[in-house]
Every structure is written in C-alpha cells, then in structure tokens.
C-alpha cells in the first residue's frame, strides 16, 4: 500500500492549485483596474464641462467667456 504509487497524482493536485491560483490572482488584477461600463475615467473640470457646452450651442460667446473670466479668477 506505501509503495509511492500516487506519488504522481499527489504533485498534479498541488500543480493545478498553484496555475488555478495564478490565474485567479491575474484575473483579479486585470478586474480592479478595468473601467466599468458608463463609468467615466475622471471627473470633467468646470472649464471642460463649460467648453463642451459652448461647442454644444447651448451658451453665446459672450456667456463662455464671461464664466471663463470667473472659473480662471477663482483657480
């Protein structure tokens, strides 16, 4: 009965363990840092949200330039 004939099998176990942990490991890795979806990278500035406003047409010239003045004073 202890003559060592499942040694090999013994060894497979412990190998799959190790490759299923790896790959759980990397997976996880991968997972944290993917971007979810509708999640945006960062938050949009004032000035980027005012600048995409102005190129909508949702605000004049004169609108744009003025908030501008006031986001650029308060920095």
Do not use: C
């Amino acid at each position: 009965m202890g003559d060592g004939h499942y040694w090999g099998m013994h060894w497979f176990w412990w190998i799959l363990f190790v490759i299923l942990t790896l790959m759980f490991f990397y997976w996880l890795a991968n997972a944290v840092g993917r971007k979810r979806p509708g999640q945006k990278e960062e938050r949009e500035s004032a000035l980027d949200i005012l600048k995409r406003r102005y190129a909508a047409g949702e605000i004049d010239t004169e609108e744009f330039n003025t908030r501008k003045r006031e986001l650029e004073r308060g920095r």
